[in-house]
């Protein structure tokens, strides 16, 4: 359980921040959410937790050879879930996933 409230795929674990398994499981193989445990609605609200979350998914970026790191703060910047998280979403060659600002 993640603060409780919804069962969730826990990959890794620390004292302020949990990375889980997104529903549907991610948009690559690897997709993880990194989301701090306490409420904080976006990353602009709480620069210290966001900072603890950020790091904590740079941790995770680092275990792979190519990765995007993801975060949206506001419904204008295509926030839908209004609890801070970032999506750690390991990268492939030809992978077909294609991000707004890829290149052709």
Do not use: C
């Not at 004292?15 to 609605?41: F, N, Q, S, Y």
């Not at 620069?47 to 790091?55: S, Y």
């Not at 740079?58 to 995007?68: C, I, Y």
């Not at 204008?76 to 707004?100: I, K, S």
């Amino acid at each position: 359980m993640v603060a409780g409230r919804t069962s969730a795929v826990v990959v890794r674990a620390w004292d302020d921040v949990v990375a889980i398994v997104p529903r549907g499981g991610g948009v690559t193989e690897g997709h993880v959410l990194v989301l701090p445990r306490v409420h904080v609605p976006d990353a602009g609200t709480d620069p210290a937790v966001t900072a603890a979350v950020m790091r904590r998914a740079a941790e995770l970026m680092a275990e792979r050879p190519a990765a995007n790191l993801i975060t949206s703060k506001g419904a204008a910047a295509t926030q839908t879930v209004f609890h801070l998280h970032v999506h750690v979403v390991p990268r492939a060659a030809g992978d077909g996933l294609r991000l707004p600002w890829s290149v052709p």
